[in-house]
């Protein structure tokens, strides 16, 4: 047991300190925006709201409103406790009993500028009868952007090849199939890697993974916003930009998992809507 709680703290600390990381880059970001279409506005920054799970355990949210950065959202939490029965069966190692520990960081950006890609990112340990570990991340233009789009993948596959040759192409596979609106016939965006129930056998390794997975996509991403954010946009844009975000609703609302496990485990309903875009369109 004392080993399973040191692994858990670890993986606790490395969410909050890549959250920091993260928020870091990102109101770095947002002093740059000067040069653009809203660079008369402030600067933006993370404001944190913590929370607590009646439960067991709790969170904090990190929010910023920004002129480089419409809403984002960078999450942490650690909460414990019991499975509801009707969940329990979905989740592994709950055979003999419901118990849970689950710690992780939750990120989605979605961008003033309608040339900057939407972004989502989370990874995650849970503990029940097993130690496994899951996440990913994945990107949404609002338009076509096949350089981007390889950008963003060619930095998930160099972290995944570090690790194993072998979780690049399945974990795309799993991205692609998840992260698809089956009512619109469509993927929700230009997808990247999707993993979960990480159990190899060595744990160490499976943690590395994981954190190369964070630190691969912030860099990653913070490298195509500055690409990107100084691009000049029309009305035309932004209504596209509004109508695709209805579709990013539309997947979190209908088949997000994460959504729904927030909503099973008594999780915060704020953080766990934080994904929602500040304004959205439907024609």
């Given at each position: 047991?004392q080993?399973v709680?040191?692994?858990?703290?670890?993986?606790?600390r490395w969410?909050?300190?890549?959250?920091?990381?993260?928020?870091?880059?990102?109101e770095a970001?947002?002093?740059d925006?000067?040069?653009?279409?809203?660079?008369?506005?402030?600067?933006?920054?993370?404001?944190?709201?913590?929370w607590q799970?009646?439960?067991?355990g709790?969170?904090?949210?990190?929010?910023?409103?920004?002129?480089i950065?419409?809403?984002?959202?960078?999450?942490i939490?650690?909460?414990?406790?019991?499975?509801?029965p009707e969940?329990?069966?979905?989740?592994p190692?709950?055979?003999?009993a419901g118990?849970?520990?689950a710690a992780?960081i939750?990120l989605?950006?979605?961008?003033q500028?309608?040339?900057?890609?939407?972004?989502?990112?989370?990874?995650?340990?849970i503990?029940?009868?097993?130690?496994?570990?899951?996440?990913?991340?994945?990107?949404?233009?609002m338009y076509?952007?096949?350089?981007?789009?390889?950008?963003?993948?060619d930095?998930?596959?160099?972290a995944?090849?570090?690790?194993d040759e072998?979780?690049?192409?399945a974990?795309?596979?799993w991205?692609?199939e998840y992260f698809?609106?089956?009512?619109?016939?469509?993927?929700?965006?230009?997808?990247?890697?999707?993993y979960d129930?990480?159990?190899?056998?060595?744990?160490?390794?499976d943690?590395?993974?994981?954190?190369?997975v964070?630190?691969?996509?912030?860099?990653?991403?913070?490298?195509l916003?500055r690409?990107n954010?100084?691009?000049?946009?029309?009305?035309?844009?932004?209504d596209?930009?509004?109508?695709?975000?209805?579709?990013?609703?539309?997947?979190n609302l209908?088949?997000?998992r994460?959504t729904?496990?927030?909503?099973?485990?008594?999780?915060?309903?704020?953080?766990?809507l934080?994904?929602?875009?500040?304004e959205?369109?439907w024609?």
């Amino acid at each position: 047991m004392q080993d399973v709680t040191a692994k858990q703290d670890l993986a606790a600390r490395w969410f909050e300190s890549l959250r920091n990381q993260i928020c870091d880059m990102f109101e770095a970001i947002e002093d740059d925006g000067n040069k653009t279409q809203l660079g008369h506005k402030q600067a933006g920054r993370f404001v944190r709201k913590s929370w607590q799970r009646e439960g067991g355990g709790g969170g904090q949210m990190s929010v910023m409103h920004g002129r480089i950065f419409e809403k984002v959202g960078v999450n942490i939490s650690v909460v414990h406790g019991q499975f509801a029965p009707e969940f329990r069966k979905q989740i592994p190692g709950t055979n003999e009993a419901g118990d849970f520990w689950a710690a992780g960081i939750s990120l989605v950006a979605h961008m003033q500028n309608p040339h900057v890609p939407a972004a989502h990112m989370n990874t995650r340990m849970i503990t029940t009868g097993k130690n496994w570990f899951g996440g990913g991340g994945d990107l949404t233009p609002m338009y076509d952007m096949p350089d981007a789009a390889k950008q963003f993948h060619d930095g998930l596959k160099s972290a995944c090849d570090r690790h194993d040759e072998s979780y690049y192409p399945a974990y795309k596979k799993w991205c692609d199939e998840y992260f698809y609106l089956p009512h619109r016939d469509e993927p929700r965006g230009a997808g990247g890697i999707f993993y979960d129930q990480l159990d190899s056998g060595d744990w160490d390794a499976d943690f590395a993974f994981t954190k190369d997975v964070g630190t691969s996509f912030a860099e990653t991403y913070q490298t195509l916003i500055r690409q990107n954010m100084e691009r000049a946009w029309s009305d035309e844009d932004r209504d596209n930009q509004l109508i695709k975000r209805g579709r990013y609703v539309e997947f979190n609302l209908l088949h997000d998992r994460g959504t729904l496990f927030g909503l099973k485990t008594g999780g915060n309903i704020e953080a766990i809507l934080m994904s929602m875009p500040p304004e959205a369109r439907w024609p």
